[in-house]
């Protein structure tokens, strides 16, 4: 019997659940895009009570740097210290598992007035997730303000081993400066 932690933190919602052999038997989040840090480990501790987990699957976005770097070394950090495997996968599929159309487009806030997004047909990505503007997706049905499926992430191939940063970073070395 195969248990796997979930974890997502590439929205403003903190989510973790326990997957045993493909059921949902725990699952909880907290809703808040800075409450990742204290939310995260609070979540995994309510949910492992019990358990012996057997692997760890994360989001790895896209998603704002510093809620993604939180779910991924919280995700990486407790593999290790128990020896087991990490799987990521993007966090637009375990979005789209949810939605039942042939052609359409899911989006998550990325601040700054922009969305992450990606185009699926019969449910399979075409092309890469991008960041762009709200007005600038175009081309068919958006399902905005969902958030990742646990199920589906659990049960997606998970082979994204770097995280899915669409933006250049704030912050610079003085060295990298123009």
Known sequence: MSITLVIDTSTSRTSVGIVQEGVLIWSGFKDGATAHGPALPALVQE???GQKIDEVVVGMGPGPFTGLRIGIAFAHSFALARNISVRGVCSLDAIAAQVNDKDFI?????????????RYRNGIRVGEPSVSFP???TGAAVYPDLYPDLLAMA???GNITEPIYLRH??????????
């Open 106 to 118: 899911v989006t998550v806030d990325a601040r700054r007035k922009e969305v992450y997004w990606a």
């Open 155 to 157: 049960a997606l191939s």
């Open 135 to 137: 007005s600038a997706v």
């Open 169 to 178: 970073p704030d912050a610079v070395a003085i060295v990298d400066r123009p």
């Open 47 to 49: 949910a492992i009570t």
